[in-house]
């Protein structure tokens, strides 16, 4: 079993940034490809980044160059550096875990194994 709480979500203007944290426990935690997904009204979660063994990373299109995953093995923790917010990047973000060994990342929120309970990022104009 793993555990995930993220935090650092809030309110900013668009421009400016915010850091998400995810704070895991249980299971070993290097061990695991990590995902930061975002979910708006209506829509379906979609994966915004993500991190797995060898310091590998993905990013969506809509957030390359702007948004920073990393991890701290040691701290057991999975971080989101968000720069230059656009009011189109709010959404309740989640942490997840893909407890499966794979060599591609996977996309899917079906995917993952274990989920944090979100926290809300709201971009205003």
């Known amino acids: 079993q793993v555990q995930l709480v993220e935090s650092g979500g809030g309110l900013v203007q668009a421009g400016e940034s915010l850091r998400l944290s995810c704070a895991a426990s249980?299971?070993?935690?290097?061990?695991?490809?990590m995902g930061w997904f975002r979910q708006t009204p209506g829509k379906e979660r979609e994966l915004v980044a993500a991190?797995?063994?060898?310091?590998?990373?993905y990013y969506a299109a809509s957030v390359k160059g702007r948004f920073t995953i990393s991890r701290d093995n040691a701290k057991n923790t999975l971080s989101l550096q968000m720069n230059s917010l656009k009011p189109e990047d709010t959404g309740v973000y989640y942490c997840?875990?893909?407890?499966?060994?794979?060599?591609?990342?996977?996309?899917?929120?079906?995917?993952?194994?274990?989920w944090g309970q979100g926290t809300q990022v709201t971009v205003s104009s």
């Open positions: 997840a875990a893909d407890a499966m060994s794979r060599i591609a990342f996977a996309y899917s929120p079906s995917e993952y194994d274990y």
């Open positions: 249980g299971r070993t935690f290097r061990f695991l490809a």
């Open positions: 991190h797995k063994s060898g310091d590998t990373t």
